[in-house]
């Protein structure tokens, strides 16, 4: 059993750019979540892709954005970057919506400079 | 939005020392989960535990979903238990994942 990937580990970038982060889910499961984690903070919820489509949002503005795969992998996209995108971003891996166990990545960090 | 709160933020503890974790949560609950965040950032799993109580070697969990809490208990605590500690749960009501504000420990040897 393949546990949840993300690609890349590190990843720097200025401020204006645009970013891909990818994440392949566990095998046997459908739905992906995305997180962000600043320093020193607890990981806020972004968005879920179930069915490769958005099913829940947290307080991320539009440039935020995502995609699910008929493989079930995703992609998170953050358009014009700001300095304060700079964040740990975990994808987690789900059977079903919301009420099911999820299991996380290993993260992506984001330098914005 | 369901409000999650743990507590103590933060613990230190000599090796061999017990302690008891806590999350509370404003509204009942359909999810919840304990994680453990190593110093690489890795989430790992600990608990699935909307309700009752389970146990895996020195970790026990127990979840009154009625009166809105769980607990984390961790006997003979060791050095690699260091780390922080975090529950989340799901909002059905937004459909949101929420994470409580995590509890930091620090196990002396």
């Known amino acids: 059993e393949t546990g949840v990937t993300q690609s890349p580990t590190h990843l720097i970038k200025t401020r204006g750019q645009q970013v891909t982060l990818r994440c392949s889910s566990q095998?046997?499961?459908?739905?992906v979540s995305w997180y962000q984690q600043a320093l020193g903070q607890g990981p806020q919820f972004i968005f879920q892709y179930y069915r490769e489509e958005e099913n829940g949002r947290g307080n991320f503005p539009p440039r935020f954005s995502g995609l699910q795969f008929p493989n079930y992998s995703s992609e998170l996209n953050v358009n014009a970057l700001e300095l304060d995108d700079s964040a740990l971003y975990l994808c987690?891996?789900?059977f079903g919506t919301g009420y099911n166990e999820q299991f996380f990545g290993p993260g992506t960090r984001l330098t914005v400079l | 939005g369901i409000q999650v709160e743990q507590s103590p933020p933060d613990l230190i503890l000599q090796e061999g020392a017990n302690s008891t974790l806590r999350c509370n949560f404003s509204?009942?609950?359909?999810?919840l989960q304990w994680f453990h965040q190593n110093p690489w950032g890795q989430l790992i799993n600990l608990f699935y535990i909307p309700s009752g109580t389970k146990q895996n070697g020195r970790l026990s969990a127990t979840t009154v979903a009625t009166e809105r809490y769980s607990l984390l208990y961790i006997s003979s605590s060791q050095t690699t238990d260091s780390g922080v500690y975090f529950c989340?749960?799901?909002?059905?009501?937004?459909?949101?994942?929420?994470f409580g504000t995590g509890t930091r420990l620090k196990v002396l040897a």
């Open positions: 989340a749960v799901f909002d059905s009501g937004t459909y949101k994942y929420i």
């Open positions: 987690a891996s789900s």
């Open positions: 509204d009942s609950v359909n999810n």
């Open positions: 095998s046997g499961h459908n739905t």
